[in-house]
C-alpha cells in the first residue's frame, strides 16, 4: 500500500483493554498477549466490526531498548514482531489493514542522555527489517514525545520501506511534549521528511486535543490525524477511569474535520463503542467541501527542536558561526544580533559532533552550510529541527534533492 484511503478511521485502545480483561501491571505487553492471543484478537476484532480500517498490532514496546527493561534479548525482536503482527492479521482477517505500532524507546541522545542518534536509528531499523518482513501495511510512530526519537524511527522506516508513515506526538495542554517541543515545531519538522500523515494521540480527550490540532491546521500539507483519549484520566479508587462516553466523544469529528483530521482513532480508554460512533459520525461528512488553507510561498516553515520558525528567501543569516570549542558561546551570542537566522559552518566531521552536543542552544532558525555533502548530511542527521541551505554552497542539485526529501532542507 503506498497512498492512504481517506478519511480513515483507526483502532481504539489495547493496553486499557488488556488490563480491563486482566493483564497484570508491569509485565512485558508483548509476551502477555503472545500468551494470550485470544485476548487480543477479541479487542481487536470488535474495532474491525465497529469500523476500524487499520487495527495497529501490539508492537509498541517491541524493540531492544524496551524490552531490555523485561530482561528480553534483543536477538528476540525479530521474532517477537513476527509473531505480534501475525496475531493482529489473524484479527483482521483481510478486513482490516495492519499498522506497525512503533513508540518511544525511553532513550534521550546527549547530552541529555546517553544515546547517540544512530544508535537510536539502528534500534528502530532492527524492529522495523522485521516489521516489514511480516508484512505489515503501514507504520505508526505513536505517543512520540522527542523530535530525536521521531526523527530517528521516520529514518529507520523509509532505509526499509516506502509503505505509508503516521506520527503522532502526546503533549500537554499547552501543546508542549514532555521535551518541550511544540507541536507545531514537531509537525514542520515531520512534514518535511516526508511523512504521510501527522498527528496527535494520547494526551487528552477530544475537547483538549482539538485546541492544539487547530494550531496546526493552517500549516499542514499531510492529513492530520486525531486519536485522543476518552476524556482527562481521573483516578478512581486507585483506578485510572476515563469519562468521556463514544456520543460525546464522536461529537467532536466535525470540528476534527474541518481542522485537517482526515485519520481518526481512540486511544486510552476508549473501546469499540468509541470507534463505532466515529464512524457513524465520519460517514456522515462530506469532506470535499473544506478547502486547503491558502499559504504564502515567501513564508518558509522551518523550525529548532523546541520552536516553530518562519523565514522569507531573503533571510538574514548573520556572520557564518564555526563549530569551536566555544560554539555554544558563538550562538547564544549571535542569538542577540538582529539577524533572522543563524548559519553554522561544518568544515571536518570533528565538526558534526560539536554541533550535535551544542544545537540545543540555536532558537533562530537554522542554516547549515557546507561544501561536502556527506558532512551536511551528517550534520542534517543529528540535527533535531528543520534547517535550510541559502546556496553558497554550490552543491549539486540532485544532491540537494535528496537532502530536502530525506532530512527536510529547505532550499532557498
Given amino acids: 500500500m503506498d497512498t492512504i484511503p481517506l478519511p480513515m478511521i483507526l483502532d481504539g485502545a489495547t493496553g486499557t483493554q488488556l488490563y480491563r480483561r486482566g493483564m ?28 476500524s480500517n487499520v487495527i495497529y498490532a501490539p508492537t509498541f514496546g517491541a524493540n531492544a531498548a524496551a524490552l531490555k ?48 542518534f544512530e544508535e537510536l536509528f539502528e534500534i528502530y531499523t532492527q524492529q522495523v527489517r522485521a516489521l516489514e518482513e511480516a508484512g505489515v501495511d503501514l507504520y505508526a510512530i505513536e505517543t512520540t514525545m522527542t523530535l530525536a526519537e521521531a526523527r530517528a524511527a521516520v529514518l529507520a522506516v523509509k532505509s526499509v520501506s ?18 518541550g517541543t511544540d507541536v507545531l515545531a514537531a509537525l514542520i519538522v515531520m512534514q518535511g ?11 487528552a480527550g477530544p475537547a483538549e486535543m482539538l485546541e492544539q490540532i487547530q494550531r496546526l491546521t493552517a500549516y499542514a500539507t499531510v492529513p492530520l490525524i486525531a486519536k485522543p483519549n ?3 484520566p481521573q483516578t478512581a479508587g486507585g483506578e485510572t ?20 483530521v482526515r485519520v481518526f482513532g481512540g486511544c486510552c480508554g476508549t473501546d469499540e463503542t468509541h470507534i463505532a460512533a466515529l464512524k457513524e459520525q465520519v460517514s456522515r461528512i462530506d469532506f470535499a467541501r473544506f478547502s486547503v488553507p491558502e499559504r504564502d510561498p515567501d513564508v ?20 557564518t558561526i564555526e563549530c569551536s570549542p566555544d560554539l555554544m558561546e558563538d550562538i547564544l551570542d549571535a542569538e542577540d544580533e538582529p539577524a533572522g537566522a543563524l548559519k553554522i559552518a561544518i568544515y571536518e566531521e570533528d565538526d558534526v559532533a560539536v554541533f550535535a552536543e551544542n544545537q540545543y542552544a540555536v532558537s533562530k532558525a537554522l542554516c547549515l552550510h557546507s561544501d561536502v555533502p556527506e558532512l551536511l548530511e551528517q550534520a542534517l542527521r543529528v540535527y533535531n529541527g528543520r534547517a535550510f541551505y541559502d546556496g553558497t554552497a554550490m552543491l549539486e542539485p540532485e544532491v540537494l534533492d535528496r537532502l530536502a526529501r530525506q532530512y527536510g532542507l529547505v532550499i532557498l
Fill in 162 to 179: 516506502q509503505k505509508p508513515v503516521f506520527v503522532t506526538f502526546t503533549c500537554d495542554g499547552n501543546g508542549r511534549t514532555l521535551s
Fill in 300 to 319: 518558509i516553515p522551518c523550525a529548532t527542536e523546541k520552536e516553530a520558525r518562519f523565514i522569507t528567501p531573503d533571510v538574514d543569516v548573520g556572520e
Fill in 193 to 203: 521528511m516526508g511523512v504521510s500523515a501527522f498527528g496527535l494521540n494520547c494526551s
Fill in 69 to 116: 527493561r523485561h530482561n528480553i534479548p534483543a536477538d528476540q525482536v525479530a521474532d517477537l514482531n513476527r509473531r505480534l503482527v501475525a496475531v493482529s492479521r489473524e484479527a483482521a482477517g483481510g478486513r482490516a489493514l495492519v499498522g506497525a505500532d512503533l513508540s518511544p524507546t525511553g532513550l534521550f541522545v546527549v547530552p541529555f542522555g546517553d544515546a547517540t
Fill in 241 to 260: 477511569v476515563y469519562h468521556c462516553p463514544p456520543e460525546e466523544f464522536a461529537s467532536y469529528v466535525p470540528a476534527f474535520a474541518e481542522a485537517g
Fill in 230 to 232: 476518552a476524556g482527562l
Fill in 24 to 51: 497484570p501491571r508491569g509485565v512485558s505487553t508483548e509476551q502477555w498477549v503472545l500468551e494470550h492471543p485470544e485476548v487480543l484478537q477479541e479487542i481487536q476484532r470488535a474495532y474491525v466490526e465497529a469500523g
